[in-house]
Structure formats: structure tokens, C-alpha cells
């Protein structure tokens, strides 16, 4: 029987699993990658890093399941997008790679926008810092010897893949968040890369998600036990992935991603620019379909902040307290931008804000305020998207605190669905690019919706509330401003 090798190159941690041909996961494993913060607004990780963590997980597999792993046939790749590693001639990091959440580029976004007029129309969003395009132009502003030796540019999977493969490559979905490529055609930009200062031979090769995309190398069959015929599929970015793990593959699907960041995340069967600019409008990894998708910066990574704020050592625990007070909604009220935003504010130098607090304030409150304030930005990209009021998907980590969907729901005023294997739909998705890249079976009869494993319905009296309290939410987004002031104030 053959095996499949989906891993997720993420941002707080590379995870892989490995599933046999009926579909069930038959080993995973996860290691914890760091993120370097030099400075306010920076995100950055040595590339390094995602390799080892990969290779300790596939040594781990390996014990777990020897046979199955001696007969995996191949690997799909999904990861964090919009990260900008540049590598030298000889495939060595000029730099740390620059992530999707740093927030440098603000000036070289603008910047971009003026170079070419119907950037937008190319690229499917208006320009924002974290996109790949913008932190190239700074490296060109900024560090212009490490962008004079740039040799290739690669995403973050995409560096898994060169070190199994040897390949320069990376898939169209991946590519779509870089803002480089031109959507609707699912080629690279000649416009952006004349305004950047980029040639095409500087760029990976584009694939589709389920093309088969090259073979292990005789060195890493050797190094990691694999057969020296496994394929190494095109793979996605995680959204599309996470996509492709749940079924959401015809128009008009739609699933929540909740994980470091989350996504608003809705398939379209063409190319279609959405009336708000920051809706993103991306080629997605299953061959001639597109999505759109609100993306938020901040998902569960303000759960482990204020975690670790407040020393929290059970999460489980500190949950449970959150369940006992989900009768009414909290009386503090959270601004999650810990990060700043994209969708729908485009503001990289926003920051979180807690209002209410009190001598009386708990624990339990701040992390109850915390959860409903991501809440409350998914509810307030929903109506950027106009999506129907059909049941909802929950994909990724979050969905692992129920209390946490159940707010969701009542917020959003939707019911939501977990699916079996939704914390994991990302590399369950990848894995499925690798077995149509070795098969070519379609899609359709691959990407299959996995079994509902709870279901959550909006409760109508906090749903009620929480219209209210998302009418305060922006009203309070205008006070934003003067925390950006006071933070330029402190650093000056």
C-alpha cells in the first residue's frame, strides 16, 4: 500500500503526518520553530531551522511506522506564506527569511502601488507590508549588497522542497501571496519584477498544487530512509491546503482558518477582484480555481500571548474557567492587533488594546476578552466577504479549544462545523497533493469532505449582545490611532 507525506513548514511549528491510501493519518509529529523579533514590527527566521525540524520529525515517523515509511510515495509540501528568503549562488540564506507578519515594508507597499498603477488588478490585493514583493523592495532600499547577490527568491515550503529535491520551485497558490504573480494568467509579473529589480530566472519555476514536481535526491533517500522514487508534489500555501484537507474545493466553499494568523477563506471557480481592496483575491493549488480570503494577522498567536502574560501552565484549565463563563460575554472588551492587521484596517503599526480593565479583573476575564477579540475581527471581515449564511468549516489549532469555537459561533451568528482532522487540515490537505501528484486521481474524488465531528450553533440571546458589542468594537478601532502616536512617541 502506498503512503503519503504531508508537512506544514509553519510558523510556530513544522508538523508532518503521514497517511495511508484510505485516508487515515497513520503517524504525525510537530517541532517548534523560533521567531527572531530584532526589532518593533520585525518577524524573522533562519531558514535552517525549518529544514531541522522537518527532518527530526520524519526521523520520528520513520520509528513510528518503519514499514509504511519505507513506502512513502510521496510528499506534499504546504507551509507559511508570503516569507522572503533569498538565497546566493550557491543556495546559501544571504539573511534570516523576512515572515508573512513583519511589518517593515509599509513605505516600499505604498511605494509599490505608485510604480505600477494596476497593481492591484495583477496581484489580486492591494499591497500590504507582509507580502513578499514589498520586503524585496526594501532588502533594495535597505540592504543593497544582500540584493545585489540574490540568485534565487524562494517561500518558506519552498526551501524544504530545494533541500529535497534540489529544485527551485514552487507551486501557483504559494506564488499568489507574494504579490509577483499575475493571477488571473498564474505567471509571474514581468511589471512587478521590472519595478522590483528582479529577473524571471531569479524566481522558482511555477507548478500547479497536484503536479508531480520533481524526486527525492540519492542524498536525502540516504539521509532520510526514503525511497529514491518518491515524487515531491507542487503542494500550497496553508490556506489552500487547508482547503484542500477539508473538501473545500468547488465554488463557493468557505471555512475559517484559526491558527497562528486566520483566515475568511471562500473558493471561486474563476478570477474575480472583490470590491474591498483588502480582500485577497489568489490562484489557488487545485488547478483552474481561484479564492478569496480576509486574512487576519492575529489568529491563536493572542492566545499564547496572553498565556504566557499570565504564566498560564494548563491551557486546558485556564479553558475550562473561559467555559464556566460562557453564558454572557465578557465585560472587557479586546483589540487583537497585536500585529497590526490586514484585513480590513491594512495597517501594519496597529496595536492591541484591552478596555475595562479593572482592580477587579481575573485571569479568567483577560483570556475570555482575549478569545472574543478575534471573534470580533472575524465578524468584522464577514461582511467584506457577503458570504452566504450556509454551515461553516473551523480548520486549524484553534479548533482544539471548543469554548472558543462555540464564541465564534455566537459572534459570527453562524453555525460552525469541526471535521475530523480539522487542527490538521493544512498537511492532511498537503498529503492529498501528494497522492493526486503520484496517482493523478481527481480532485473531486480525492478532496472529499472528512466525517463532522461536532457541530456549533449560534445561541441567540449572546449573538444578540455581541452585534452590540461588534458596534463598540469599531467604534473603539478609532482610538487606535492614538496608541500608534504614543508608540512613535516612546520610540523617539
Given at each position: 500500500m502506498p503512503y503519503?507525506?504531508?508537512?506544514?513548514?509553519?510558523?510556530?511549528?513544522?508538523?508532518?503526518?503521514?497517511?495511508?491510501?484510505?485516508?487515515?493519518?497513520?503517524?504525525?509529529?510537530?517541532?517548534?520553530?523560533?521567531?527572531?523579533?530584532?526589532?518593533?514590527?520585525?518577524?524573522?527566521?533562519?531558514?535552517?531551522?525549518?529544514?531541522?525540524?522537518?527532518?527530526?520529525?520524519?526521523?520520528?515517523?520513520?520509528?513510528?511506522?518503519?514499514r509504511q515509511w519505507a513506502n512513502v510515495a510521496a510528499i506534499g509540501l504546504t507551509g507559511q506564506m508570503h516569507a522572503c528568503l533569498c538565497l546566493d549562488k550557491r543556495n546559501r540564506p544571504l539573511r534570516a527569511a523576512i515572515l508573512w507578519n513583519d511589518g517593515r515594508a509599509r513605505s516600499e507597499a505604498i511605494a509599490l502601488a505608485a510604480l505600477v498603477p494596476d497593481l492591484r488588478q495583477i496581484?489580486?490585493?492591494?499591497?500590504?507590508?507582509?507580502?513578499?514583493?514589498?520586503?524585496?523592495?526594501?532588502?533594495?532600499?535597505?540592504?543593497?549588497?544582500?540584493?545585489?547577490?540574490?540568485?534565487?527568491?524562494?517561500?518558506?515550503?519552498?526551501?524544504?522542497?530545494?533541500?529535497?529535491?534540489?529544485?527551485?520551485?514552487?507551486?501557483?497558490?504559494?506564488?499568489?501571496?507574494?504579490?509577483?504573480?499575475?493571477?488571473?494568467?498564474?505567471?509571474?509579473?514581468?511589471?512587478?519584477?521590472?519595478?522590483?529589480?528582479?529577473?524571471?530566472?531569479?524566481?522558482?519555476?511555477?507548478?500547479?498544487?497536484?503536479?508531480?514536481?520533481?524526486?527525492?535526491?540519492?542524498e536525502v533517500s540516504r539521509q532520510l530512509g526514503l525511497s529514491r522514487k518518491t515524487i515531491v508534489a507542487g503542494g500550497g500555501g496553508d490556506a489552500a491546503a487547508g482547503a484542500v484537507g477539508i473538501g473545500a474545493v468547488d465554488d463557493g466553499n468557505s471555512f475559517i482558518s484559526l491558527g497562528t494568523s486566520a483566515q475568511y477563506f471562500r473558493v471561486r471557480n474563476d478570477y474575480r477582484l472583490p470590491s474591498n481592496p483588502t480582500i485577497h483575491a489568489f490562484a489557488h493549488c487545485l488547478p483552474r480555481r481561484w479564492y478569496e480570503m480576509a486574512a487576519l494577522l492575529n489568529g491563536a498567536s493572542c492566545l499564547a500571548w496572553i498565556t504566557r502574560l499570565l504564566g498560564v501552565t494548563s491551557l486546558d484549565s485556564a479553558l475550562g474557567e473561559v467555559k464556566q463563563k460562557l453564558s454572557a460575554p465578557s465585560s472587557l472588551l479586546f483589540l487583537p492587533y497585536l500585529a497590526g492587521e490586514r484585513t480590513p484596517l491594512n495597517d501594519p503599526a496597529l496595536r492591541a488594546m484591552m478596555l475595562g480593565v479593572s482592580h477587579t479583573t481575573t485571569r479568567t476575564d483577560l483570556l475570555?476578552?482575549?478569545?472574543?477579540?478575534?471573534?470580533?475581527?472575524?465578524?468584522?471581515?464577514?461582511?467584506?466577504?457577503?458570504?452566504?449564511?450556509?454551515?461553516?468549516?473551523?480548520?486549524?489549532?484553534?479548533?482544539?479549544?471548543?469554548?472558543?469555537?462555540?464564541?465564534?459561533?455566537?459572534?459570527?451568528?453562524?453555525?460552525?462545523?469541526?471535521?475530523?482532522?480539522?487542527?490538521?487540515a493544512a498537511p492532511f490537505g498537503a498529503a492529498r497533493l501528494a497522492r493526486m501528484a503520484s496517482t493523478g486521481e481527481?480532485?473531486?474524488?480525492?478532496?472529499?469532505?472528512?466525517?463532522?465531528?461536532?457541530?456549533?450553533?449560534?445561541?441567540?440571546?449572546?449573538?444578540?449582545?455581541?452585534?452590540?458589542?461588534?458596534?463598540?468594537?469599531?467604534?473603539?478601532?478609532?482610538?487606535?490611532?492614538?496608541?500608534?502616536a504614543y508608540q512613535h512617541q516612546e520610540r523617539t
Open positions: 503519503y507525506l504531508g508537512a506544514d513548514i509553519g510558523t510556530t511549528n513544522v508538523k508532518a503526518l503521514l497517511v495511508d491510501a484510505r485516508q487515515r493519518i497513520i503517524a504525525q509529529g510537530s517541532e517548534p520553530v523560533t521567531t527572531l523579533r530584532r526589532r518593533t514590527g520585525w518577524s524573522e527566521q533562519h531558514p535552517e531551522a525549518w529544514w531541522s525540524a522537518f527532518t527530526k520529525i520524519c526521523s520520528a515517523l520513520r520509528r513510528q511506522a518503519p496581484v489580486g490585493v492591494e499591497p500590504m507590508p507582509g507580502f513578499t514583493a514589498p520586503k524585496l523592495l526594501w532588502l533594495a532600499r535597505h540592504e543593497t549588497q544582500n540584493f545585489s547577490r540574490i540568485a534565487h527568491v524562494l517561500l518558506a515550503k519552498d526551501y524544504v522542497r530545494l533541500k529535497l529535491t534540489g529544485e527551485h520551485l514552487t507551486d501557483v497558490s504559494d506564488a499568489a501571496g507574494s504579490l509577483l504573480l499575475d493571477q488571473r494568467s498564474r505567471q509571474w509579473s514581468p511589471a512587478v519584477l521590472a519595478a522590483i529589480g528582479l529577473g524571471k530566472l531569479q524566481l522558482p519555476r511555477l507548478v500547479e498544487g497536484t503536479a508531480a514536481a520533481g524526486i527525492v535526491s540519492a475570555h476578552a482575549t478569545l472574543e477579540g478575534v471573534a470580533l475581527a472575524l465578524a468584522d471581515v464577514q461582511s467584506c466577504l457577503d458570504t452566504p449564511g450556509s454551515p461553516l468549516a473551523v480548520i486549524g489549532g484553534g479548533t482544539r479549544s471548543l469554548s472558543w469555537v462555540q464564541i465564534i459561533a455566537d459572534v459570527l451568528g453562524r453555525e460552525l462545523v469541526i471535521y475530523r482532522e480539522a487542527a490538521a481527481p480532485v473531486n474524488s480525492v478532496c472529499t469532505r472528512p466525517p463532522a465531528l461536532k457541530r456549533f450553533r449560534p445561541r441567540r440571546a449572546a449573538h444578540e449582545v455581541y452585534r452590540e458589542r461588534l458596534h463598540l468594537f469599531r467604534q473603539a478601532q478609532a482610538a487606535l490611532s492614538i496608541a500608534k
